[in-house]
């Protein structure tokens, strides 16, 4: 019998399971890539052709940055796994389109390199790389952040002088510094934020466009609901039970424009989800998404200004230990706090 | 509604060979057959070389503890008793029988002759121990301990029918062609258990099975029919259990505690066989897929049958053949000969291409912490959790995210969009926990399907002595 053996080849072996789903890392980025693409489309409709110029520059500079640091610490290089690709267009929705083009390629840098690859890359980076470099280039240079008032078509190439740009005009400020004489937010406003027919940053204008995206990235399972809908709900009650001074409560449209107006959505869908930032259990998601709400809603009524970046930033830093106190009771396990309450019953 | 439990996943059907009807082996030239084809202590041979002994003959004796006799497939001559290595550590006696082609039928099958309606619990015990019977789902528990140890104590009898794993036919082709055989062994079981309704869970991508049973002439308070959401691991006892009564086997509890059992149904026909025409487990059905097989379908094999006999039954081109997996390919074993025999627990035999197995290869990259893992896992692990804490080699951390409550099924591995090994790393770190000291009769019942553990458990054995 062992004779004949030798005689036949040997097959492979290998423990199980034997097939393998065909995601991976590059199809799940692609899938964010492709629910993000809309809304680059829609920010150069509004905005003109320099929102692609800005945001193929933070592309490219991001994928650079990383492949040049694979190849000067000689590690793999992991550029082709897409998620530089994800970080740069994240960070260009998050900048307004009159920006100067060496902004972008500073912001990529700080994005990629210390937040990312320094860390140990992807997988082990603890906040969000395109918020992080957002907020390197909101501290060092808050005027050419901010967001124009007005609605500017800009070519390609065109370079944009902020002057003498009066802040208070965005939609977001609308709603978070009532006008005076008391008239609340019109339906018209409400209808332009949810299109996307208003001033802000290159990727955050249009409502509509970034649910489409959450509903694709939903029906491709590459995100689940937990921390989007916890987040938004959040907000939204909120601003519905407790208004800011001077909004009664219970206004639908007060709190609808909270939702559609400023970074909240793109936050919630797509910088919120990040896996790499993210809890990974259900119930951490929640509790994730209700603090990214909460903190939100602070800036904003205290600061007057837009928290989410700042609330997921925030939030980013506690996933440890969300994680660590939201582990799933495994299937046939006792309940924890059952144990405690048997255990102290013969005492 | 279907009924359903949490987590799992649902890879590729790949039924295949669904409409293809169950055909008869032509009688293999000569059979191998294991001492050993069930969890339990190994048979002693009880034929010498030169006998002649007849199909259904025992050729293995129970000599002590837990296991199951071991009967001939054929008739025909015995010309090697000898060990034969069976996984990477262990070896096993097998009784080599040349087939004389007479199908002489051994004087000692007889069929049950009393009344079936008088049937006591002892008797049916008796014969289906005698009939070697082990569950024929891939666990390959002896099925007489199994009864013996759920009398009185259930409130519920489920049929297993879920066959979850892609490929695999076998169980629905039986219920399509055979559902008598699976009924009349469910009479069988609710005689023993003086029990009046089984309920027969069958997943809702076999819904013409569903029909067959339906068809049959029972009263339909004896046998209720669930169907089940197809995905897998529904076969899973546990999974499966829960999603027709929404209870949990507590961790390291068996189903019985829980007030059920659950029994293959292909386990359920060998029992009417074994009372109906006396015959003991001697044959079994067995799905042969893959892209290497021409003409792919489930076959009637008799045990210990060398699989490359099958698979040339089957028009393979054995050229092309770079890995069998004996069973499904979520926890089927890799064998690495073709001349490995069929057992009992053979439910399938897929044998693959190079070319197919590149399509499931997948580059290794870092956790990117998307929680698939733990959303596909039927027991509600941190299979993530679980493969950094064994990769650092930390056990303990691993044995209180309760690495030993895995149920091995692969599902983590399976989604992984960083391709980890996460479900192996797991069941090495389960395999390190394990107690020392393994009493073949303390291991739990038919929980994970085709084991790593080795069928003939010499260690347990050598440790014991040592004491």
Redesign the interface.
């Known amino acids: ?1 062992n004779e ?2 030798k005689e ?1 080849t ?12 065909h ?3 590059q ?2 980025m692609l899938d964010v890539i492709i629910a993000l693409l809309p809304l680059l489309l829609w920010g150069c409709y509004i905005f003109g052709m320099r929102a692609l110029t800005v945001t193929l520059i933070t592309v490219f500079s991001s994928v650079i940055f990383e492949l040049l640091f694979n190849l000067i610490t000689k590690k793999t290089i ?1 550029v082709l ?1 897409l ?1 530089a690709v994800v970080t740069g267009l994240l960070l260009s929705y998050n900048l307004p389109h009159t920006i100067p083009f060496w902004m972008p390629v500073l912001g990529a840098f700080f994005a990629i390199v210390p937040v990312k690859m320094l860390l ?5 980076n603890l906040v969000n790389p395109a918020l992080a470099g957002r907020a390197c280039l909101l501290l060092s240079f808050s005027s050419a952040m901010t967001v124009p008032p007005v609605l500017t078509r800009l070519d390609l190439f065109e370079s944009y002088l902020p002057g003498d740009a009066l802040s208070g005009s965005t939609p977001l400020y609308t709603v978070l510094s009532p006008a005076e004489d008391g008239s609340s937010i019109s339906t018209e406003l409400l209808f332009d934020m949810f299109i996307g027919n208003e001033s802000g940053t290159i990727g955050e204008v249009s409502a509509l466009l970034i649910l489409l995206g959450f509903l694709y990235l939903l029906l491709r399972k590459v995100v ?1 609901w937990h921390i989007p809908l916890s987040y938004l709900g959040t907000v939204a009650f909120i601003t519905l039970l407790f208004p800011a001074e001077g909004v009664e409560r219970f206004d639908v449209v007060y709190m609808l424009a909270h939702l559609f107006s400023g970074g909240l959505l793109l936050a919630a869908v797509f910088m919120a989800t990040d ?2 930032t ?5 119930k951490g ?1 929640i509790i994730f998404g209700i603090g990214c709400g909460l903190l939100t809603v602070i800036v904003r009524y205290c600061a007057g200004n837009e928290g989410a970046s700042y609330a997921v930033l925030t939030m980013n830093l506690l996933v440890y230990f969300i994680d660590k106190i939201t ?8 309940l924890p706090k059952l144990k405690i309450k048997k255990e102290s019953k013969p005492q | 509604m279907a009924f359903t439990f949490k987590g799992g996943i649902h890879p590729d059907e790949q039924k295949n060979t669904r409409r293809t009807p169950i055909v008869p082996i032509t009688p293999p030239g000569s059979v191998c057959i294991p001492m050993s084809q069930h969890i339990g202590i190994c048979c002693e041979p009880c034929v010498k070389i030169g006998d002649l002994v007849d199909k259904g003959q025992i050729i293995g004796k129970v000599t002590e503890g837990l296991g199951c006799p071991v009967h001939a497939s054929i008739s025909g001559k015995v010309t090697k008793i000898e060990d034969m290595i069976w996984s990477k550590e262990h070896s096993v006696t097998a009784v080599t029988i040349e087939n004389d082609f007479e199908c002489r039928v051994s004087p000692s099958v007889k069929p049950y002759c009393g009344d079936i309606r008088t049937l006591g619990t002892e008797e049916i015990i008796d014969r289906v121990r005698n009939a070697g019977i082990a569950g024929l789902g891939g666990a390959t528990f002896p099925t007489y301990a199994k009864i013996a140890n759920a009398v009185g104590r259930i409130k519920g009898l489920i049929i297993n029918c879920a066959e979850c794993e892609p490929y695999i036919t076998a169980n629905h082709r039986l219920l399509l062609e055979h559902p008598e055989k699976v009924v009349g062994g469910i009479k069988i079981l609710l005689k023993a258990f003086s029990l009046r309704t089984a309920v027969m869970a069958i997943e809702n991508n076999k819904k013409d099975a569903v029909k067959a049973v339906a068809a049959l002439p029972f009263d339909p308070e004896m046998i209720r029919i669930c169907v089940l959401k197809t995905k897998y691991p529904q076969g899973d006892e546990r999974q499966l259990i829960y999603a027709l009564t929404g209870k949990e086997i507590p961790t390291g509890k068996l189903p019985v505690d829980v007030g059920y059992v659950v029994f293959n149904a292909e386990t359920c026909a060998a029992i009417y066989t074994a009372f109906a025409t006396g015959m003991p487990l001697t044959e079994r059905i067995v799905t042969v897929d893959g892209d290497c097989v021409g003409s792919p379908g489930s076959v009637l094999v008799p045990l210990g049958t060398p699989i490359s006999e099958l698979l040339e039954y089957c028009q393979t081109d054995s050229s092309k053949i770079a890995k069998i997996i004996v069973g499904g390919p979520m926890m089927g074993k890799a064998v690495w000969s073709k001349d490995t025999p069929i057992t009992k627990g053979s439910s399938a035999v897929l044998a693959f291409s190079e070319k197919a197995l590149k399509s499931q290869m997948k580059k290794q990259t870092a956790c990117i912490r998307c929680g698939k893992c733990l959303a596909a896992c039927p027991m509600h692990l941190m299979p993530k959790e679980i493969y950094r804490a064994y990769i650092k080699g930390d056990l303990s951390k691993c044995k209180t995210l309760l690495a030993q409550s895995c149920v091995e099924c692969g599902s983590c591995t399976y989604v992984c969009p960083a391709g980890l090994d996460l479900s192996q790393a797991i069941v090495s770190a389960k395999t390190k926990l394990r107690p020392k000291r393994v009493v073949s009769e303390a291991k739990p019942l038919a929980v994970d399907e085709n084991s790593e553990k080795p069928l003939c458990d010499h260690t347990s054995k050598t440790q014991q002595e040592e004491k």
């Open positions: 019998m004949e053996r036949n040997l097959l492979q072996v290998s423990s199980a399971p034997h097939i393998r789903s995601d991976s890392t199809t799940v992991t796994d998620s140990g890359g992807l997988g082990k689940s896996y790499v993210s809890p990974i259990t259900p998601r582990v799933p009771r495994p299937f046939g396990a006792a």
